[in-house]
């Protein structure tokens, strides 16, 4: 029997912290550059003091990422109980602020146990019908696949990228540049999917949560819809996405010696694919203030159409 989930967030309630979170970025970036027309700053070095006041207010937005993360997760309902959070600001600031130091000490080198400690925060703080998940993923491990699966290839890419100033021939240049936009994709599929799979490690009431997929042919699947967004120049994005997520919502898995239960998603293409671009349309049309209701809407019936069995 399918149990479906059910996502409650309205976007009249997330508007009021979308619409700060656009005001602290845009608000001091947009200063900052009237500042540089206005002044040479060969002869006036003071425009460059405006920087720190630039990050401390990019810094807020990310401070802001709070209140929409437990938003969030309060809104997630199954068989009508709803996910509870107990987190606080003052803690998630703390953390916040220690794994930005330590990241801007160790020059990057932190950044996995960074991301690492928000994630075991969020999902530890997180509760249904009074039982809480573990967060098993290693920081070393994210580590790892940072390192030998994105910054080892964005750099060979890099490299490519710049090297095809050497061509001369405008048709030609055009065309390489294809060529690498595709081997990026390809190169970076693997990160894409390990780092994916990493966030999928956790334990909730004796259960263990996991991905259950061949490597391979799961990096292919990825591959595959990728290619097809890309060669339609994004107008497939909806159905890709969607079918990348049927795909991983099918494998994965909460078991144990005696329980075994398994996610599903009842994708209809070409309905999905309206629906969404529908919501894309209205937001651009809106000049983006449509966006929270856009958002709560899409996110609401994949979620609804999302299903948990048990075997």
């Given amino acids: 029997m399918k149990n479906y989930l059910k996502f409650n967030l309205k976007g009249e309630k997330l508007f009021p912290i979308w619409f700060l979170i656009i005001l602290l970025i845009c608000v001091p970036i947009f200063f900052v550059l009237w500042q540089l027309v206005q002044y040479n700053l060969i002869q006036d070095k003071k425009v460059l003091q405006l920087i720190p006041l630039v990050l401390l207010f990019l810094i807020l937005p990310f401070l802001l990422y709070f209140y929409v993360a437990k938003m ?30 330590l990241s801007i000490i160790t020059l990057g080198v932190y950044i996995p146990w960074f991301i690492k400690n928000m994630q075991k925060f969020f999902l ?63 190169i970076m599929m693997p990160f894409y999917y390990y780092c994916n799979k990493w966030n999928f490690d956790a334990r909730f009431k004796g259960l263990s949560i996991l991905w259950n997929t061949e490597t391979w042919d799961a990096i292919l699947e990825m591959l595959k819809q990728s290619l097809l967004m890309l060669f339609t120049i994004g107008v497939y994005y909806p159905v890709g996405y969607l079918r990348i997520y049927k795909y991983f919502a099918e494998r994965t898995v909460a078991v144990n010696e005696n329980e075994n239960y398994h996610l599903g998603y009842d994708l209809e293409p070409m309905a999905d694919f309206k629906f969404i671009w529908g919501q894309i349309l209205l937001t ?25 069995i048990k075997n």
């Fill in 72 to 101: 969030f997760i309060e809104s997630f309902e199954y068989n009508g109980v709803a996910l509870e959070f107990s987190g606080t600001f003052k803690e998630f600031a703390k953390l916040f602020f220690k794994g930005l130091l």
């Fill in 124 to 186: 530890h703080n997180s509760s249904y019908e009074g039982y809480r998940p573990e967060f098993l993923g290693k920081g070393f491990k994210l580590f790892l696949i940072i390192t030998f699966l994105a910054i080892v290839p964005g750099v060979v890419l890099n490299f490519m990228q710049k090297s095809i100033v050497l061509f001369h021939t405008p048709l030609l240049i055009l065309f390489i540049s294809g060529l690498v936009l595709m081997l990026r994709i390809i």
């Fill in 284 to 308: 651009i049309i809106s000049l983006g203030i449509y966006f929270p209701w856009a958002y709560c809407k899409v996110i609401s019936r994949v979620v609804g159409k999302t299903y948990i």
